[in-house]
C-alpha cells in the first residue's frame, strides 16, 4: 500500500522559515518524480514544486522562487520543502504527491500557518 | 501560470448526470494528453478519478468519465449519488515542464 505521511507545519511568523517532511513508503520512491501541492483556505489546490527521481531537475511556481527548495534523499524515501521568508499568503495545507503527470498518491497534508 | 478555468459549481439531482468543463490552452490542455481530475472532500487527501484525460485508474466507479475538445477537457459523472458532493479538480501539465490546476468546481447533490 502507498503511503505518504507529511510532517513539519506549524504557526510561523511572516519572515520565518519551516521544513516540511514527507515519508513514503509501499512504492520504489527513487523512481518516481514528486511534487508539493498546496491548498489556502477558502482556496483550490496549487501546484507548488516537484523534482525529479535523482534529484537533478527541479521546478517551482513562480510565487515561491528564491524561497522555497524542494529536495529528496532517496535513501530515506523521504521529500523535503525548506520553506523561507515566509508570508501570510503561504499559509496552507501543505501536500506531497507522486507525480506521474497525475498524482496518484497524496498525503494527508500538513498545515502551515503564517501569522504573527 | 494561470489556473485553467473551471466552474465555480454545478448541481445535479441523484441519478442524473453533470459534465464539468476545464478550459486552457494550447500550451497546456490542448497541446498534451495529460489532463487529470481530481475529486476532494474537505479534510481528506485529494483523490484521482482521471488520468490521462480518459483513463480511470483501478477502483474509480465507471460512472466517471473524461474526454477532451480543442483547449476544453471534461468530466461527466453519470448516475449521481450522495457520495459524490465534493470539489472537483482538473490538471494539465503544460508547456513550461510544469503542471497548473483548474479553480475547482463545487459539486452539489440536490
Known amino acids: 500500500e502507498v503511503k505518504l505521511v507529511e510532517s513539519g507545519g506549524g504557526l510561523v511568523q511572516p519572515g520565518g522559515s519551516l521544513r516540511l517532511s514527507c515519508a513514503a513508503s509501499g512504492f520504489s520512491f527513487s523512481s518516481y518524480w514528486m511534487s508539493w501541492v498546496r491548498q489556502a483556505p477558502g482556496k483550490g489546490l496549487e501546484w507548488v514544486a516537484n523534482i525529479k527521481q535523482d534529484g537533478s531537475e527541479k521546478y517551482y511556481v513562480d510565487s515561491v522562487k528564491g524561497r522555497f527548495t524542494i529536495s529528496r534523499d532517496n535513501a530515506r524515501n523521504s521529500l523535503y520543502l525548506q520553506m523561507n521568508s515566509l508570508r501570510a499568503d503561504d499559509t496552507a495545507v501543505y501536500y506531497c504527491?507522486?507525480?506521474?503527470?497525475?498524482?496518484?498518491?497524496w498525503g494527508q497534508g500538513t498545515l502551515v500557518t503564517v501569522s504573527s | 501560470q494561470s489556473a485553467l478555468t473551471q466552474p465555480a459549481s454545478v448541481s445535479g439531482s441523484p441519478g442524473q448526470s453533470i459534465t464539468i468543463s476545464c478550459t486552457g490552452t494550447s500550451s497546456d490542455v490542448g497541446g498534451y494528453n495529460y489532463v487529470s481530475w481530481y475529486q476532494h472532500h474537505p479534510g481528506k487527501a485529494p483523490k484521482l478519478m482521471i488520468s490521462?484525460?480518459?483513463n480511470r485508474p483501478s477502483g474509480i466507479s465507471n460512472r466517471f468519465s473524461g474526454s477532451k475538445s480543442g483547449n476544453t477537457a471534461y468530466l461527466t459523472i453519470s448516475g449521481l449519488q450522495a457520495e459524490d458532493e465534493a470539489d472537483y479538480y482538473c490538471?494539465?501539465?503544460?508547456?513550461?515542464?510544469?503542471?497548473?490546476f483548474g479553480g475547482g468546481t463545487k459539486l452539489t447533490v440536490l
Open positions: 490538471s494539465s501539465y503544460t508547456s513550461r515542464n510544469t503542471p497548473v
Open positions: 490521462e484525460v480518459t
Open positions: 504527491a507522486r507525480d506521474r503527470s497525475w498524482y496518484s498518491d
